[in-house]
């Protein structure tokens, strides 16, 4: 009897994005949305229902895609320096903005605003257009994508500045700085740091140049307001009302944002926000909250003053900071916490290798590299959390952790159990 003959990678690929993709069409058609498309006017939306077949679709054709390339182009591929240059300068010059909605202009138009001949104005954009930013509706001609129109007249343009003039400088010295300071677990011993040409800090050289320290505030901000970084998550995910009466500190809280949705929500928690003493002076405590909420300088490197709270929350804070600076951020917390107190984490969660979809676990791993460039630090997985508080204490128990659906954020909670009686037998 013939052998049957082995299916290729290939053809599973396809299959599987033939049915993935059936289905997703099917699951818009139920609903009523459209198709996603590059059209600039397109709004991108997805429902939850479809996440599964997605990431199958987008994970495949990923894969699809690498396998086609011989093993230089696919190197090459993945590099993307190029990217950056183009991406840069649509930033640098604000060229959403010069592109008329629903309309066109010419790259000689362009290149009139900018220090730019309309040879390079061409050639940089047409690099962008292979990304699906700007398309070329006839020769000579600009028009907007979904992708361009998202940074048209928007702060989105001051997040892309941040990236490529911030991030990606600080990315091309990371091996630069990895071999100056071997080990470093010091946030002045950065790519950062090297990038511009200092031995400081993100947050000294920002604390002395408004432009940059402007920048990064502006496109943050921005990053704040996407779905998968939505207040939602920590309200909804966490079962708050358990608490009882509670006091709440919110840890390096910066202006109380968090603070604010968790008081307004929840008339049983009690909130301090505390950072530091520059940050603090401009907050303002809401007129409907001054009674279960306020603001307190604090630097979390010392030992926490507020004895006896309830919950410790910290929002992206850890991620910030090498192991040694953790370390001493949690060994300041334990004099002040009682039996049963909880260390709230909400950060980033690192997969283990394969256990998600590649395309999310590849936007993970470029985040972790993005925090070690600029400030020494890591994205961790639970097990390098356990580790980091069981190195403190091991009185702190790790009690739950929460990964929201749509949430770019992970929730761990920490118990501490209070001081641990060794055997002296």
Request: proline share 5%.
């Amino acid at each position: 009897m013939a052998l049957e003959k082995s299916v290729s990678r290939l053809v599973c690929l396809a299959k599987t994005i033939s049915t993935s993709v059936s289905k997703i069409e099917e699951a818009l058609s139920a609903e009523g949305i459209s198709s996603p498309s590059f059209n600039e006017d397109s709004l991108f939306k997805l429902p939850p229902t479809i996440t599964i077949d997605r990431d199958a679709v987008l994970d495949a054709t990923a894969e699809l895609h690498d396998l086609l390339l011989e093993p230089l182009s696919l190197i090459n591929t993945h590099g993307g320096h190029n990217n950056s240059i183009c991406l840069q300068a649509i930033a640098e010059f604000n060229i959403a903005d010069m592109v008329p909605p629903n309309g066109r202009t010419t790259f000689s138009e362009i290149a009139k605003q900018t220090s730019m001949s309309e040879d390079m104005t061409a050639r940089i954009l047409r690099h962008a257009m292979t990304m699906r930013i700007f398309h070329e509706p006839v020769p000579g001609f600009v028009a907007h994508t979904a992708a361009s129109k998202a940074l048209y007249q928007s702060a989105n343009n001051v997040w892309l500045s941040v990236i490529t003039k911030e991030m990606w400088p600080a990315a091309t010295k990371m091996v630069e700085a990895l071999v100056k300071w071997p080990n470093s677990q010091e946030a002045n011993q950065t790519g950062y740091s090297l990038s511009k040409g200092s031995e400081e800090t993100i947050y000294a050289i920002t604390a002395k140049d408004a432009d940059t320290a402007a920048r990064w505030a502006r496109g943050m901000a921005v990053m704040a307001q996407r779905p998968q970084l939505q207040l939602s998550h920590v309200i909804n995910n966490y079962d708050w009302k358990s608490l009882g009466e509670a006091q709440v500190v919110d840890v390096g809280g910066a202006h109380g944002h968090v603070a604010i949705a968790l008081a307004r929500e929840f008339s049983n928690l009690s909130l301090v926000v505390q950072d530091m003493e520059k940050v603090i002076e401009k907050c303002t405590t809401p007129d409907d909250l001054r009674s279960r909420m306020s603001f307190m300088a604090h630097d979390f490197f010392t030992p926490e003053p507020i004895r006896g709270a309830e919950v410790y929350f910290f929002r992206l804070v850890f991620h910030n900071w090498s192991d040694k600076y953790c370390d001493m951020i949690i060994r300041g917390l334990v004099p002040a916490l009682k039996p049963g107190a909880r260390v709230i984490i909400q950060d980033m969660v690192m997969p283990e290798p394969g256990k998600i979809a590649l395309w999310k676990e590849k936007e993970l791993r470029a985040t972790d590299l993005t925090v070690a460039s600029v400030f020494n630090s890591k994205e961790r997985t639970v097990a390098d959390f356990k580790a980091l508080f069981e190195e403190v204490d091991f009185s702190f128990v790790l009690g739950s952790v929460i990964q929201p659906e749509g949430s770019a954020l992970g929730m761990l909670e920490f118990v501490w159990e209070g001081p641990k009686k060794h055997d002296t037998n």
